[in-house]
Structure formats: C-alpha cells, structure tokens
C-alpha cells in the first residue's frame, strides 16, 4: 500500500541495553557518566546516572541524544561544524553540538540517538559507541 512506510523503532528493551552498555563502559575505566536514549523523534526512552557522576551530567546526556537523533549526525560533527562558523545548529534551544551524541541507525535510517555526558567529550563518544554496538547493528557512528 502506498503512503505507508515499514519503519524499526527502537524499544525500551533495545535502550536499556544500550544504557547498560554504555555504563559498563564508564564503569570499566573509572568514569562516572550519564547515558540518555531517544526515539527517532527526540523523545526519551532511558535515562540514567551514575554515582560518581557529575550532577549535571543527565542533562548534558539528554541534549546530546536529543541532538544526535534529530540531526542525524554525531555531535562530535556539528561540534566541528561550529569551529569552523557553521553555527545555524545554535538556533535549536535543545541542541548542545558537544561530542558525546551518537545517532542510532539501521540500514542508513536514525531511530534514535543516545548520549553521555559527565567524562570528557571523547571518554563520552567512546561510552556511546558502547551502547550502539551493544545492539549489534554492525554500524559505527
């Protein structure tokens, strides 16, 4: 049927793998992070802070998945982006362009994104890259 489109979404039980990922990740090189997942939309999925986190982290997580997701890219790229003056991703209130986003995606489509906050922005991107290998999807952002 036309109009009609055969989409993966990723589930609660696809995110908490991912978290749980990216915690073991953090946790395995003494880093206190938080890890957020978000739908295709930017919508929260999982969230989740470690002990030993900085308090602020989670936020710095949410925006990064939120980012990642509904740009389609790693924040890592729109971080660069800005360096160089390409600054057009500031006008989104919810956008934080700092690595440590990474978008999810299946056979070239986002489905999501995720991203840490709390260790420094390449420890973050290394936790994140945890998280969507733990869905076994082949893909590195």
């Given at each position: 049927?036309?109009?009609?489109?055969?989409?993966?979404?990723l589930t609660l039980e696809g995110a908490k793998a991912m978290?749980?990922?990216?915690?073991?990740e953090a946790a395995g090189n003494g880093w206190g992070i938080a890890v957020a997942i978000v739908d295709a939309g930017g919508h929260p999925l999982y969230l989740a802070?470690?002990?030993?986190?900085p308090v602020a982290s989670y936020r710095g997580a949410s925006s990064k998945a939120w980012t990642a997701a509904t740009f389609a890219r790693p924040t890592r790229v729109l971080d660069e982006g800005?360096?160089?003056g390409r600054t057009q991703v500031l006008a989104f209130a919810e956008a934080l362009p700092i690595q440590g986003g990474?978008?999810?995606?299946?056979?070239?489509?986002?489905?999501?994104g995720i991203g840490?906050?709390?260790?420094s922005a390449a420890e973050d991107e290394q936790c994140?890259?945890?998280g969507i290998d733990a869905l076994g999807l082949g893909e590195r952002a």
């Open positions: 049927m036309t109009g009609l489109s055969n989409t993966k979404q978290g749980e990922a990216a915690i073991t802070r470690m002990e030993n986190a800005i360096a160089a990474l978008p999810v995606q299946v056979d070239g489509a986002t489905i999501g840490v906050g709390g260790a994140a890259q945890a």
